[in-house]
């Protein structure tokens, strides 16, 4: 039996003093950053004083920054701002004063896809240019998944801050379902209720200086596969949203902000009503970034398609079924590359006249994807 490598840390790297990266984390032309051409920043919208009448406007805000942008921030949304301020503590401080050899205690196993602990690596293909990022990942809920003696024990507080952030993270996930659903004019609960019990992951990515940004990336293109992502990130910014084909910089806001980043099961849900965000990390030469993301999931097992209410003869299911861990699966075995995944559950047009718009606007790897899915399905 092959048995997996420990993988290089790029904090390792980065305290070597390397003035050029190794060649796998060196991605190709297409793919590096350029410099931002956008001003603009991600909505912002407050939760603040959600009466009747203050609902209505931040439903509306929420439908149009979900129809535009597929992301925003949120302020005053209940997570106390200083529990939102010690997780990042927490984690930063495992990252730069918790020596590599005791983080590695908390390893993950690098033959199996998301496992739980400290990692570098998330895909398992051997071709793919490596991000310049380690990560901590945590099982956060259901609470059979939790088991904070798995998580570090440095600084003291690490486990207790991880575990009151979990609850009130999810708690703000439900909210933002439930406005999320009512801005599509469906019940409060219909998109919880189709994700079922929230699967939630916290993932603590930190982003080591690197000598060479402009060759690299910290998290290549994805959007992310559950249905909906709760990210704070500290003062040093380097998260990257597409907004019409352009990279565009989500300015960190400090206080209690948390960008909301819709993920792949909401697009479907939605039937495409609202997009997923794809979006990347940049690195910088100077400083080390940190970032907690907050992955809210529905169990392997549920079964996802577009909402039943939103599907009408003119707005025929635009993606098919899909059963989540199928899903899962696929994402770590072909790699995210942008929005690959989702594209590939796409229905096959329905006549003619659609048939041969699609043809004409699609490019070679969307036209694979159609010709497969009209000759198999
Ligand atoms: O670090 C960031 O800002 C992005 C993290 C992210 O997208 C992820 O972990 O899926
Ligand atoms: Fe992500």
Redesign the pocket.
Known sequence: MEVASEPTRVQSLAQAGLSQVPPQYIQPPQNRPNHPSSSSNVPSISLFGLDPTRRDSVRASIAEACRDWGAFHVTDHGVPATLVRDIKRVGLTFFNDCPVPEKLRYACDPSSAASEGYGSRMLEKDDTVLDWRDYFDHHTLPLTRRNPTRWPDFPPDYRRVVTEYSDRIALLARELLGLISESLGLKTQRLEEAVGGFYQNI?I?YYPPCPQPELTL??QAHS?FGAI?L?V?DEVG??EVLKDNDWVPVKPLGGDAVVVLLADQTEIMTNGQYKSSQ?R?ITNSNRPRL?V?TFHDPAKTVKVSPASELISQSTPPLYREVVYGDYVSSWYTKGPEGKRNIDALLSPPFSFPNFALTLHSCDSRELDTFLLHTFTS
């Open positions: 993932t990515s910290g998290l992310d992502t990210l990130q380097g998260l979006h990390a970032s993301a």
